[in-house]
Protein backbone atom coordinates (compact mmCIF):
# COMPACT_ATOMS: atom_id res chain seq x y z
CA UNK A 1 0.00 0.00 0.00
CA UNK A 2 1.08 4.14 -0.33
CA UNK A 3 1.85 4.29 3.52
CA UNK A 4 0.90 7.56 5.57
CA UNK A 5 -2.08 8.49 3.33
CA UNK A 6 -4.91 9.71 4.82
CA UNK A 7 -8.18 8.04 3.12
CA UNK A 8 -10.93 10.00 2.78
CA UNK A 9 -13.93 7.44 1.99
CA UNK A 10 -15.30 7.58 -1.70
CA UNK A 11 -19.11 8.87 -0.65
CA UNK A 12 -17.69 11.70 0.70
CA UNK A 13 -15.58 12.84 -2.29
CA UNK A 14 -18.91 13.35 -4.39
CA UNK A 15 -17.44 13.12 -7.88
CA UNK A 16 -14.38 15.24 -6.46
CA UNK A 17 -11.01 14.02 -8.21
CA UNK A 18 -8.88 17.46 -6.71
CA UNK A 19 -8.99 19.70 -4.03
CA UNK A 20 -6.13 22.13 -3.81
CA UNK A 21 -6.09 24.48 -1.20
CA UNK A 22 -3.97 28.00 -0.59
CA UNK A 23 -1.13 25.98 -2.53
CA UNK A 24 2.34 27.92 -2.47
CA UNK A 25 5.64 26.79 -4.50
CA UNK A 26 8.56 29.09 -3.66
CA UNK A 27 11.89 28.04 -5.43
CA UNK A 28 15.55 29.23 -3.43
CA UNK A 29 17.82 30.07 -5.98
CA UNK A 30 20.82 31.29 -4.19
CA UNK A 31 19.57 33.36 -1.53
CA UNK A 32 16.92 34.51 -4.43
CA UNK A 33 13.37 33.24 -2.92
CA UNK A 34 11.19 33.02 -6.58
CA UNK A 35 7.38 32.93 -5.71
CA UNK A 36 6.44 30.41 -8.29
CA UNK A 37 2.50 29.81 -6.43
CA UNK A 38 1.46 32.31 -4.56
CA UNK A 39 -1.66 30.43 -2.95
CA UNK A 40 -3.68 28.77 -5.43
CA UNK A 41 -7.57 27.25 -4.29
CA UNK A 42 -9.39 24.72 -6.94
CA UNK A 43 -11.40 21.74 -7.30
CA UNK A 44 -11.54 19.47 -10.04
CA UNK A 45 -14.13 17.11 -10.78
CA UNK A 46 -14.26 13.67 -12.60
CA UNK A 47 -14.70 13.64 -16.53
CA UNK A 48 -13.51 17.59 -16.79
CA UNK A 49 -11.51 18.98 -19.44
CA UNK A 50 -9.20 22.01 -18.13
CA UNK A 51 -7.60 24.09 -20.11
CA UNK A 52 -4.71 26.02 -18.28
CA UNK A 53 -3.28 29.38 -19.54
CA UNK A 54 -1.06 32.16 -18.90
CA UNK A 55 1.39 33.90 -19.43
CA UNK A 56 5.27 32.90 -19.67
CA UNK A 57 6.76 32.27 -16.05
CA UNK A 58 2.91 32.81 -14.56
CA UNK A 59 3.02 29.32 -12.57
CA UNK A 60 1.51 26.61 -14.76
CA UNK A 61 3.98 24.06 -15.10
CA UNK A 62 4.87 24.38 -11.36
CA UNK A 63 1.63 23.90 -10.43
CA UNK A 64 1.07 20.67 -13.29
CA UNK A 65 4.69 19.75 -11.65
CA UNK A 66 2.83 19.14 -7.91
CA UNK A 67 -0.52 18.47 -10.32
CA UNK A 68 1.58 15.15 -11.11
CA UNK A 69 3.27 14.37 -7.62
CA UNK A 70 6.70 15.32 -9.75
CA UNK A 71 7.30 18.08 -7.27
CA UNK A 72 5.35 19.03 -3.67
CA UNK A 73 4.27 22.20 -3.02
CA UNK A 74 5.68 24.69 -0.07
CA UNK A 75 2.38 25.18 1.80
CA UNK A 76 -0.74 24.46 0.78
CA UNK A 77 -2.83 20.84 0.03
CA UNK A 78 -3.28 18.61 -2.79
CA UNK A 79 -5.67 16.15 -1.97
CA UNK A 80 -6.09 13.41 -5.12
CA UNK A 81 -8.91 10.93 -4.79
CA UNK A 82 -9.05 11.24 -1.42
CA UNK A 83 -5.35 10.93 -0.68
CA UNK A 84 -3.33 13.57 1.05
CA UNK A 85 -0.48 13.54 -1.74
CA UNK A 86 1.71 16.58 0.23
CA UNK A 87 2.74 14.67 2.99
CA UNK A 88 3.71 11.88 1.13
CA UNK A 89 7.36 10.25 1.29
CA UNK A 90 9.35 10.32 -2.36
CA UNK A 91 8.52 6.88 -3.06
CA UNK A 92 4.58 6.69 -2.16
CA UNK A 93 4.48 9.94 -4.57
CA UNK A 94 5.99 7.95 -7.32
CA UNK A 95 3.66 5.02 -6.30
CA UNK A 96 0.58 7.43 -6.91
CA UNK A 97 2.05 9.14 -9.90
CA UNK A 98 2.70 5.74 -11.51
CA UNK A 99 -1.13 4.42 -10.73
CA UNK A 100 -2.91 7.45 -11.17
CA UNK A 101 -1.54 10.08 -13.66
CA UNK A 102 -1.09 10.11 -17.53
CA UNK A 103 1.78 12.62 -18.68
CA UNK A 104 1.47 14.32 -21.98
CA UNK A 105 4.68 16.84 -22.91
CA UNK A 106 5.42 19.40 -25.45
CA UNK A 107 8.58 17.30 -27.06
CA UNK A 108 6.48 13.94 -27.08
CA UNK A 109 9.75 11.84 -24.97
CA UNK A 110 9.51 8.97 -26.51
CA UNK A 111 12.42 6.35 -26.32
CA UNK A 112 13.78 6.82 -30.18
CA UNK A 113 15.27 3.84 -30.21
CA UNK A 114 12.33 2.01 -29.12
CA UNK A 115 8.77 0.69 -30.84
CA UNK A 116 5.60 2.46 -30.45
CA UNK A 117 3.89 -0.06 -28.94
CA UNK A 118 7.41 -0.54 -26.67
CA UNK A 119 7.23 2.97 -25.69
CA UNK A 120 3.55 2.67 -24.80
CA UNK A 121 4.22 -0.33 -22.26
CA UNK A 122 6.68 1.66 -20.40
CA UNK A 123 4.49 2.55 -17.60
CA UNK A 124 3.77 -0.91 -16.68
CA UNK A 125 6.99 -2.68 -16.56
CA UNK A 126 7.26 -1.29 -13.34
CA UNK A 127 3.82 -2.50 -12.05
CA UNK A 128 3.05 -6.78 -11.84
CA UNK A 129 1.59 -6.89 -15.21
CA UNK A 130 2.28 -10.18 -17.33
CA UNK A 131 4.11 -9.41 -20.80
CA UNK A 132 1.22 -10.28 -22.21
CA UNK A 133 -1.24 -8.26 -20.49
CA UNK A 134 1.12 -5.57 -21.19
CA UNK A 135 1.59 -6.55 -25.03
CA UNK A 136 -2.52 -6.51 -25.19
CA UNK A 137 -2.83 -2.88 -23.42
CA UNK A 138 -0.06 -1.37 -25.00
CA UNK A 139 -1.89 -2.73 -28.32
CA UNK A 140 -5.35 -1.61 -26.61
CA UNK A 141 -4.01 1.92 -26.11
CA UNK A 142 -2.72 2.28 -29.31
CA UNK A 143 -6.29 1.75 -30.97
CA UNK A 144 -7.68 4.34 -28.87
CA UNK A 145 -5.46 6.95 -30.21
CA UNK A 146 -5.83 5.76 -33.76
CA UNK A 147 -2.46 4.35 -34.25
CA UNK A 148 -3.66 -0.07 -34.07
CA UNK A 149 -2.02 -0.03 -37.78
CA UNK A 150 1.44 1.68 -36.15
CA UNK A 151 2.47 -0.34 -33.37
CA UNK A 152 6.10 -1.50 -34.98
CA UNK A 153 7.04 1.81 -36.06
CA UNK A 154 10.05 3.69 -34.72
CA UNK A 155 9.43 7.43 -33.44
CA UNK A 156 11.21 8.57 -36.33
CA UNK A 157 9.33 6.55 -38.95
CA UNK A 158 6.17 8.58 -37.38
CA UNK A 159 5.06 11.62 -38.03
CA UNK A 160 5.11 15.04 -34.65
CA UNK A 161 0.94 13.96 -34.33
CA UNK A 162 1.56 10.74 -34.49
CA UNK A 163 4.49 10.73 -31.74
CA UNK A 164 2.30 12.63 -29.85
CA UNK A 165 -0.14 9.95 -30.42
CA UNK A 166 1.92 7.60 -29.00
CA UNK A 167 2.70 9.83 -26.08
CA UNK A 168 -1.28 10.14 -25.41
CA UNK A 169 -1.59 6.07 -25.33
CA UNK A 170 1.77 5.88 -23.24
CA UNK A 171 -0.26 7.92 -20.95
CA UNK A 172 -3.39 5.97 -21.01
CA UNK A 173 -1.82 2.43 -20.91
CA UNK A 174 -2.15 2.69 -16.39
CA UNK A 175 -5.50 3.35 -16.85
CA UNK A 176 -4.97 6.74 -15.15
CA UNK A 177 -7.72 9.07 -12.95
CA UNK A 178 -6.11 12.12 -14.87
CA UNK A 179 -4.46 12.92 -18.03
CA UNK A 180 -2.14 15.86 -17.90
CA UNK A 181 -0.48 17.49 -20.72
CA UNK A 182 1.42 20.33 -21.01
CA UNK A 183 2.07 22.34 -24.24
CA UNK A 184 0.95 19.08 -26.14
CA UNK A 185 0.33 20.81 -29.26
CA UNK A 186 3.44 23.08 -28.88
CA UNK A 187 5.71 21.32 -31.44
CA UNK A 188 2.23 20.84 -33.99
CA UNK A 189 0.74 22.71 -37.34
CA UNK A 190 -2.11 24.28 -36.82
CA UNK A 191 -4.23 20.74 -38.44
CA UNK A 192 -2.37 18.50 -36.50
CA UNK A 193 -2.84 20.07 -33.27
CA UNK A 194 -6.76 20.14 -33.65
CA UNK A 195 -5.87 16.17 -34.79
CA UNK A 196 -4.36 16.11 -31.25
CA UNK A 197 -7.16 18.04 -29.63
CA UNK A 198 -9.35 16.02 -31.24
CA UNK A 199 -8.08 12.33 -29.45
CA UNK A 200 -8.45 14.39 -26.29
CA UNK A 201 -11.79 15.19 -26.84
CA UNK A 202 -12.67 11.71 -27.84
CA UNK A 203 -10.64 10.54 -24.40
CA UNK A 204 -12.70 13.17 -22.39
CA UNK A 205 -16.26 11.80 -24.03
CA UNK A 206 -15.05 8.77 -21.95
CA UNK A 207 -14.74 10.10 -19.00
CA UNK A 208 -11.16 10.63 -19.08
CA UNK A 209 -10.00 14.13 -16.85
CA UNK A 210 -7.99 16.10 -18.43
CA UNK A 211 -5.70 18.67 -17.37
CA UNK A 212 -3.94 20.51 -20.64
CA UNK A 213 -1.91 23.83 -20.29
CA UNK A 214 -1.67 25.96 -23.48
CA UNK A 215 -0.76 29.75 -24.16
CA UNK A 216 -2.71 29.34 -27.43
CA UNK A 217 -6.91 30.37 -27.06
CA UNK A 218 -7.73 28.27 -30.30
CA UNK A 219 -6.12 25.11 -28.22
CA UNK A 220 -8.47 26.34 -25.32
CA UNK A 221 -11.34 26.61 -26.83
CA UNK A 222 -11.70 22.67 -27.20
CA UNK A 223 -11.64 22.84 -23.14
CA UNK A 224 -14.68 22.80 -20.83
CA UNK A 225 -13.09 24.77 -18.28
CA UNK A 226 -10.75 27.27 -19.11
CA UNK A 227 -8.44 28.83 -15.77
CA UNK A 228 -5.94 31.49 -16.53
CA UNK A 229 -2.78 32.66 -14.20
CA UNK A 230 -1.05 35.74 -13.53
CA UNK A 231 1.89 35.73 -11.59
CA UNK A 232 1.39 32.46 -9.22
CA UNK A 233 -1.98 33.19 -8.89
CA UNK A 234 -5.38 31.82 -10.66
CA UNK A 235 -6.93 35.28 -12.15
CA UNK A 236 -10.14 33.80 -13.88
CA UNK A 237 -11.60 30.33 -13.89
CA UNK A 238 -15.07 29.87 -15.99
CA UNK A 239 -16.98 27.20 -18.19
CA UNK A 240 -16.06 27.61 -21.41
CA UNK A 241 -19.77 27.79 -22.56
CA UNK A 242 -18.79 28.12 -26.87
CA UNK A 243 -16.46 24.97 -26.51
CA UNK A 244 -15.18 23.54 -30.34
CA UNK A 245 -15.47 20.58 -31.23
CA UNK A 246 -12.32 19.41 -32.76
CA UNK A 247 -14.12 17.05 -35.33
CA UNK A 248 -15.85 20.04 -36.75
CA UNK A 249 -13.12 22.62 -36.80
CA UNK A 250 -11.02 20.51 -38.64
CA UNK A 251 -13.40 19.98 -41.55
CA UNK A 252 -12.13 23.42 -42.86
CA UNK A 253 -9.16 23.28 -42.25
CA UNK A 254 -6.69 22.78 -45.20
CA UNK A 255 -4.77 19.42 -45.59
CA UNK A 256 -1.09 19.27 -44.47
CA UNK A 257 1.60 18.09 -46.78
CA UNK A 258 1.80 14.71 -45.35
CA UNK A 259 -2.09 14.11 -45.43
CA UNK A 260 -2.03 15.45 -49.09
CA UNK A 261 0.43 13.05 -49.45
CA UNK A 262 -1.51 10.55 -48.59
P1 LIG B 1 5.15 28.78 -16.80
O1 LIG B 1 5.06 27.30 -17.00
O2 LIG B 1 3.82 29.43 -16.62
O3 LIG B 1 5.95 29.46 -17.86
P2 LIG B 1 6.82 28.10 -14.50
O4 LIG B 1 5.97 27.36 -13.55
O5 LIG B 1 7.76 27.34 -15.34
O6 LIG B 1 5.89 29.06 -15.40
O7 LIG B 1 7.65 29.20 -13.69
C1 LIG B 1 7.09 30.05 -12.70
C2 LIG B 1 8.21 30.85 -12.07
O8 LIG B 1 9.05 30.01 -11.30
C3 LIG B 1 9.13 31.54 -13.07
O9 LIG B 1 9.52 32.78 -12.52
C4 LIG B 1 10.30 30.60 -13.18
O10 LIG B 1 11.46 31.29 -13.52
C5 LIG B 1 10.38 30.04 -11.78
N1 LIG B 1 10.90 28.66 -11.73
C6 LIG B 1 10.37 27.55 -12.35
N2 LIG B 1 11.08 26.46 -12.07
C7 LIG B 1 12.08 26.85 -11.24
C8 LIG B 1 13.16 26.16 -10.59
N3 LIG B 1 13.32 24.84 -10.71
N4 LIG B 1 13.99 26.90 -9.82
C9 LIG B 1 13.82 28.22 -9.67
N5 LIG B 1 12.83 28.93 -10.25
C10 LIG B 1 11.97 28.26 -11.03
MG1 LIG C 1 5.72 26.09 -18.66
Sequence with gaps: MIGQEIIIPASHLNGQLIRIDH?????LLGDVEVHALRGVSLEVSRGEFVAIMGASGSGKSTFMNILGCLDKPTKGTYVLEGIDVGNLTRDALAKIRNMKIGFVFQGFNLLSRT????????????????????????????QIVGLGDRIHHYPNQLSGGQQQRVAIARALVNDPSIVLADEPTGNLDSRTSVEVM?????????????ILVTHETDIAAFAKRQIVFRDGRIKADKQNNERKLASEVIKDMPLNDEEEAA
Design 198 to 210: EVFQQLNEKGITI
Design 23 to 27: LIKTY
Design 115 to 142: SAIENVELPLLYSSTSTKDRRQRAVDAL
